[in-house]
């Protein structure tokens, strides 16, 4: 059923947009609609987004969460209190579909406005520049700091020092690591031996070589990091994975590798192959996306916006068509908080959106409440998320 009315949604959308639909798909859409006058109606409250070139200028002058709420408003006085649960679930499917079709949502409230959980303030923050640096002889470095790039850069210097700030050592030489772990709510950005770049996500640990030993510079990685890696055609550069090795010579690209979410990578530039542990291979192309399922599913790859996988490295989050159990597992390694869903309805929703990374995260939510007829209720460091 639910299957079902995503569907429709979807279908809905497209044809008020004007977006051409398959024979079948007409034929779908026309046998619903003659299905029940309850339908029509649906369909008829669809067309208001019917004109995208408005929408695409109400959202770029800031005024998409406005004409949403206007929507919303029109939905709870037009229809009957009996079915206003349903409406919320049908509209707000339909308006993030239109948001999917049209482009990304992007929205801002006035400061002014509170939340009805705004009594939770300080509850539940955005994370931090934050890791725990081991190093192989077993001490430990913890690096905070929140002010800018430049302090915590400046203190790594201090970090490679001890490192003896050698990129490769001779083969047969010992190899001892190092791990960069870094806690929920967290995030950083180191410069490797050999000055790959790597930005390190929250919930994640990057173990590295000391120094790398000369053909081969190996790195292993649990959660998430985006590579710049430096070039060298003589060394390939493999970031091991819980299901295979990630080989490159000099490109950018993003790996997440979470227990939750599975192994997938995303090319940013240059190429890169995957092998897993049980030979399968693969290599991508820029814009390419590999997800790897193991042994039941295999590789797969699509092509995709880069943006949407590589926005946290310049503190942005970037939803497209995402269901809300995705992007509030996102939230929650970030904002270190805890989900329940107390509706299991709510969690394929599928929602758009951008917030800054160190922005409150109620900015967020609350257009989610509004569009999408779901409610989020704050309880210390858990986010509870209903239906209305």
Known sequence: MEDKRQHMIHL??????????????????????????ENQRI??????????????????????????????????????????????????????????????????????EELPFARQEGQIVPG???????????????????????????????????????????????VTYNVLAVPAGGEFFYVLPDSTRVWINSDSELRFPTNFVDGVRRVELRGEAFFDVAHDRRSPFVVTLSGGDITVYGTRFNV????????SAVLVEGSIGFRSLQGDTVRLTPSERMVYGGDETGISVEKVDTELYTAWIDHRFVFRGQTLEEIMSTLARWYDFDIVFADEEARTIRLSGRLNRYDDIRVLLRTYEEVAGVHFGIRGREIVVSLK
């Not at 949403?68 to 499917?93: I, Y």
């Not at 430049?150 to 020092?161: G, I, M, P, Q, T």
């Not at 997440?256 to 192994?263: A, H, M, P, S, V």
């Open 256 to 263: 997440t590798d979470y227990k939750e979410t599975g192994l």
């Open 43 to 112: 369909f008829e409250q669809v067309k208001t987004f019917q004109d995208a070139d408005k929408m695409l200028r109400l959202e770029r002058d800031g005024y998409a969460r406005q004409m949403a709420k206007r929507v919303m408003r029109q939905l709870a006085v037009s229809g009957q209190r009996r079915v206003r649960h349903d409406w919320w679930k049908w509209m707000g499917g339909v308006a993030a579909a239109v948001a999917i079709i049209v482009c990304a949502v992007v929205w801002s409230l006035p400061e002014a």
């Open 12 to 37: 809905m959308a497209r044809k008020a947009l004007g977006l051409t639909l398959s024979e079948q798909e007409e034929s779908e859409l026309t046998a619903w609609l003659e299905a029940s006058d």
């Open 128 to 174: 931090k520049v934050e890791a725990v640096l081991t190093f192989a002889n077993g001490e430990k470095l913890h690096i905070t700091d929140t002010t800018s790039e430049e302090v915590w850069k400046e203190r790594l210097l201090v970090v490679d020092s001890a490192c003896e700030g050698k990129a490769f050592v001779e083969e047969g030489q010992a």
